[in-house]
């Protein structure tokens, strides 16, 4: 079993007198620097974006078992679905993207085939998005949980238990929803102020007599700007998910404290968001090229590369959920060392309280 040491930003004094569980695998697992001081004689450090992938290998090897589980029975299902978008109905999409295309050639946008691809992927996004939502509100927020408290177990040298993941599930279940359900909020949020600045500096520059090819490229810096906007929401809105699982927090609250918490580490955040995104459209576009395509190949090729790329998606997403843990927990333990304040999660709380009460 590997050890990980020497990377972990778990909390020093939080994790030395863990490991009581009888498993002698656990017990060899070094997270912190073998020194027994006290956390404020603890070296506190930020974590770059390689670092945070490396931890999250060491972490992903060492609990393979769970991880797996997690992906297969999880993971797995909501990524079929959203590859093959079987749920999305053809027709929504056309009717928004013909619509999506009226205001932008009222607006004074050109119709070029940039255009026209642009608003037929996201009216694919936004269908996909609306109607796959009780998944994502199910299967994948139960997912991003697991990975969370699997990687909350492994620092704190615990095995994860199913029973007590049901109990502690159970208890903040309703906080994580409406974390989610916030999140969901801020990126609609988004995409709708996206949509106004679009429109309004389309018209204004079609109002002022510019032709449609130059009226252009004041939108793509519209874009530019909105993608910049939007990958740090989403950020905002990951590390979110996991202080409401961690921490006694919920909706606007687990916001704001997300964005406190990454202050100043925004940086490491977005290279992490990019590299989710590129391994995530790759595997779609792959999905799209070798298996929607029916120009391509025999049906004998696309039953197999199917379920490999919905696993490829599925393990790329499981990476994600895992990164966004382990950084949130190098945001903790950098931002908890500067200050030379320590506080007990709220998990080792409830599993304090679930082992009192001798539920087995």
């Known amino acids: 079993m590997e050890t990980l040491s020497g990377l972990s930003p778990r909390i020093h004094s939080i994790t030395l007198n863990k490991g009581k569980d009888g498993s002698p695998d656990l017990q060899n697992l070094e997270l912190e620097p073998a020194d027994h001081g006290s956390a404020s004689d603890h070296q ?5 974006a390689l670092e945070i992938l490396r931890e999250t290998v060491r972490i992903l090897r060492y609990n393979l078992t769970g991880f797996v589980a997690i992906l297969a029975f999880l993971i797995c299902p909501v990524s079929a679905v959203v590859l093959s978008n079987i749920l999305v109905d053809q027709s929504l999409v056309r ?48 997912s991003k949980v697991a990975v969370v408290y699997s990687v909350d177990c492994t620092y704190s040298r615990r095995s994860f238990n199913s029973s ?17 359900l916030w999140d969901c909020v801020i990126i609609v949020g988004c995409v709708a102020l996206f949509f106004v600045l679009l429109v309004i500096v389309s018209s204004t520059f079609s109002i002022m007599g510019f032709p449609p090819d ?40 687990a916001l704001l404290r997300s964005s406190s918490l990454i202050k100043g580490q925004t940086q490491v955040g977005l290279l992490i968001f990019l590299g989710s995104t590129i391994g995530m459209a790759f595997v779609e576009g792959l999905f799209e090229h070798r298996v929607k395509t029916i120009s391509y190949g025999d049906v004998s090729s696309r039953i197999w590369e199917g379920p490999l790329l919905v696993i490829i998606y599925s393990f790329v997403v499981l990476i994600d959920s895992m990164m966004s843990a382990v950084f949130y ?27 009192s009460t001798g539920v087995q």
């Open 329 to 355: 927990f190098s945001c903790k333990s950098y931002s908890m060392g500067a200050s030379r304040v320590s506080s007990q999660p709220v998990l080792e709380a409830l599993t304090i309280s679930f082992e």
């Open 164 to 180: 007590k993941f049901y109990v502690i599930v159970s208890k903040i279940w309703k906080r994580i929803v409406v974390t989610y």
């Open 214 to 253: 130059l009226i252009l490229y004041p939108a793509m810096v519209v874009g530019l700007i909105f993608s910049i906007i939007l990958a740090n929401s989403i950020i905002v809105c990951n590390i979110a998910i996991v202080i409401s699982v961690l921490e006694d927090v919920s909706g606007p609250r």
């Open 95 to 142: 009717t928004l993207s013909i619509r999506l295309l009226l205001v932008a050639k009222s607006s004074g946008l050109p119709l070029e085939p940039f255009i026209k691809q642009s608003c037929q992927k996201f009216s694919e996004m936004a269908v996909s998005a609306t109607l796959c939502f009780p998944l994502y509100v199910t299967l994948s927020l139960l």
């Open 44 to 48: 506190f450090h930020s974590m770059n």
